[in-house]
């Protein structure tokens, strides 16, 4: 048995919210098994890495990063570029990563820190602390002590009988009360959490905690702090379950939409004949746009002839209309719905 044991006292809402997690991930997983699981597991990856990254200052949209991840060129500061694909090739390699593995770990901080410090792949040599501002808000165990530290924290969760929910959160504030590597630290706890959490059920890989974290960093930090201050992860726990459970919420209500979504686009299809005009008439449901907007929209980079046809049979068949009619040819020209068109919308809902 480890020795070690975090200084951790659970709470009746911690108890709470591990059943409550428990029951929500018996409906997200019948939402998973109907929805189209590849294009949400790609999208659900890149709000993991947006949200992961945001929250140690990287400023890339979701459009910035899925280009990289398409091979696109995009324009922002060259580093964060690099931080977006090393991110991307660690969530490559997910079910890969044993997370009980010391040696995974160090792997994995290798390959999300490559070309971004010179200390990759290894724990620290010198003193770090954790800055708000220019002050000092935690100063982390000495390097001489950090492996150490870490070899205990892995044997404990090697052993631990605690409910991975709970383990995985109390890995993640041990691990960032550390702070094991001069840089990283933070990403490498969030992704080490979901890993955790993935092992013990595979939803968790392509729920994306991190993009929630993003939104309520503030209180992130606040909670590291009070556990900090307490001597004890339950502050913690509480918080990364919250929002565990809400990204369950918004897991399940977005699988509900994508259902709708994709029946909706199959009823628009059969009365169109083209998935093409189906999806151009879903895009044009949301705003005006002009033809090289609606490329855009359905993933491309360019106006193909097919789109230009498919546009001109939806306007001749009063689906569809100009916005500028006196000046077809017009660089300003959208298209919208008509009341024909939106009643297609109705009809097939």
């Known amino acids: ?27 997200f997983a019948e939402r998973k098994q109907q929805a189209q699981a590849l294009r949400l597991r790609r999208a659900n990856r890149i709000r993991t890495i947006q949200g ?24 922002a500061p060259p580093r964060e570029v690099q931080e977006v694909k090393n991110a991307l090739a660690v969530y490559e390699r997910f079910p890969e990563f044993d997370p009980q593995l010391e040696a995974d770990l160090l792997h994995a901080h290798k390959q999300l820190m490559l070309g971004l410090m010179d200390e990759t792949g290894c ?3 010198g003193g770090v ?5 220019k002050q000092v808000i935690h100063m982390a165990p000495p390097a001489s002590q950090v492996s150490r530290l870490m070899s205990e924290l892995f044997a404990w ?26 840089d990283g630290n933070g990403r490498m706890g969030r992704l080490w959490q979901s890993l955790i959490l993935a092992d013990w059920n595979p939803l968790f890989a392509h729920l ?55 029946r909706l686009e199959s009823r628009l299809e059969s009365r169109l ?30 106006v193909s002839g097919e789109l230009h046809k498919q546009v001109r049979r939806l306007v001749e068949l009063g689906v569809i209309a100009m916005t500028l009619p006196d000046r077809p040819s017009s660089r300003l020209q959208k298209y919208r719905l008509t009341e024909q068109g939106r009643e297609l919308l109705v009809v097939g809902s």
């Open 1 to 27: 048995m480890a020795s070690y044991a975090p200084p951790l006292t659970i709470t009746p809402h911690i108890l709470n919210r591990v059943a409550g997690i428990s029951e929500q991930l018996g409906r």
């Open 52 to 75: 992961s990254l945001a929250i140690e200052g990287n400023s890339l949209s979701l459009e910035q990063i899925t280009a990289v991840l398409e091979g696109r060129p995009v324009i």
């Open 123 to 125: 724990y620290r040599s």
């Open 129 to 133: 602390g954790v800055m708000s501002g």
């Open 157 to 182: 969760l090697q052993t631990t009988e605690q409910h991975p929910l709970i383990a995985s959160a109390v890995f993640h504030y041990e691990f960032e009360f550390i702070h094991p590597f001069a």
């Open 208 to 262: 994306p905690v991190e993009s929630l974290v993003y939104r309520q960093q503030q209180a992130y930090y606040a909670a590291i702090a009070r556990s900090t201050e307490a001597v004890d992860c339950a502050p913690f726990v509480e918080f990364m379950l919250d929002a565990i459970w809400q990204a369950l919420q918004e897991g399940i209500g977005q699988e509900a939409e994508s259902e709708d979504h994709v």
């Open 273 to 302: 004949e083209s998935k093409l005009a189906a999806r151009l008439v879903l895009c044009l449901a949301k705003s005006e746009l002009g033809k090289a907007e609606m490329a855009r929209e359905l993933g491309h980079q360019t």
